[in-house]
């Protein structure tokens, strides 16, 4: 099978393949879910998993819940994008609220505060692998050099607000993508 072809999935294999990005996605759910929908299950090529994702970044809500309602609804419809977000989110639900229950009986532990910690830098670490692993596949433009070193100026050096740097950035690279899409219509 070639990297561009792709798998349409059945509801249930829609639902087990959310259900085991969500059980599995401690820590954070892109790495398990570029995996499993790229590589494993061959439901998205790498370039349409980045578009999603984007998509999934630019609007309100969990970046992973918008990529799997985007998902789903491209296979079923609203009916896919209700079976993906039960899939995602329904062990998750389940484990979080026993962890709140516990975590309250046991929040003054020193090594448990300890231990989360450990946790949160391992999960950074995920999310580093993660992106640089998507970011050897976007195409190389100066462009989109420009747009990332700007989004990682505005983000770590000036912290600015997430709304205005979208609201700046956001029409630039949909005008930067646009002029780049006509050039090679022209061709």
């Given at each position: 099978?070639?990297?561009?072809?792709?798998?349409?999935?059945?509801?249930?294999?829609?639902?087990?393949?959310?259900?085991?990005?969500?059980?599995?996605?401690?820590?954070?759910?892109?790495?398990?879910?570029?995996?499993?929908?790229?590589?494993?299950?061959?439901?998205?090529?790498?370039?349409?998993?980045?578009?999603?994702?984007?998509?999934?970044?630019?609007?309100?809500?969990?970046?992973?819940?918008?990529?799997?309602?985007?998902?789903?609804a491209?296979f079923?419809?609203?009916?896919?994008?209700?079976?993906?977000?039960?899939?995602?989110?329904?062990?998750?639900f389940?484990?979080?609220?026993?962890?709140?229950?516990?975590?309250?009986?046991?929040?003054?532990?020193?090594?448990?505060?300890?231990?989360?910690a450990?946790?949160?830098?391992?999960?950074?670490?995920?999310?580093?692998?993660?992106?640089?692993?998507?970011?050897?596949?976007?195409?190389?433009?100066i462009?989109?050099?420009?747009?990332?070193?700007?989004?990682?100026?505005?983000?770590?050096?000036?912290?600015?607000?997430?709304?205005?740097?979208?609201?700046?950035?956001?029409?630039?690279?949909?005008?930067?993508?646009?002029?780049?899409?006509?050039?090679e219509?022209?061709?």
């Amino acid at each position: 099978m070639n990297e561009e072809q792709t798998v349409h999935p059945s509801r249930r294999a829609l639902f087990a393949g959310f259900f085991q990005m969500g059980i599995s996605g401690f820590g954070g759910v892109l790495p398990h879910a570029r995996s499993i929908m790229v590589d494993q299950r061959r439901w998205l090529t790498e370039r349409e998993f980045i578009d999603l994702l984007g998509l999934g970044q630019f609007l309100p809500g969990p970046n992973i819940g918008n990529v799997a309602v985007v998902t789903g609804a491209r296979f079923h419809g609203w009916i896919g994008s209700l079976i993906a977000l039960l899939g995602l989110f329904l062990a998750p639900f389940i484990i979080v609220l026993s962890l709140a229950s516990l975590y309250q009986h046991f929040a003054n532990l020193a090594w448990l505060n300890h231990a989360l910690a450990a946790v949160a830098v391992a999960a950074s670490g995920l999310l580093l692998a993660t992106s640089a692993k998507m970011a050897l596949k976007i195409e190389r433009r100066i462009t989109s050099a420009l747009l990332c070193g700007l989004t990682f100026l505005a983000i770590f050096w000036l912290r600015l607000p997430l709304l205005e740097i979208l609201a700046v950035l956001t029409p630039l690279s949909c005008a930067l993508g646009w002029r780049s899409v006509k050039k090679e219509m022209a061709k």
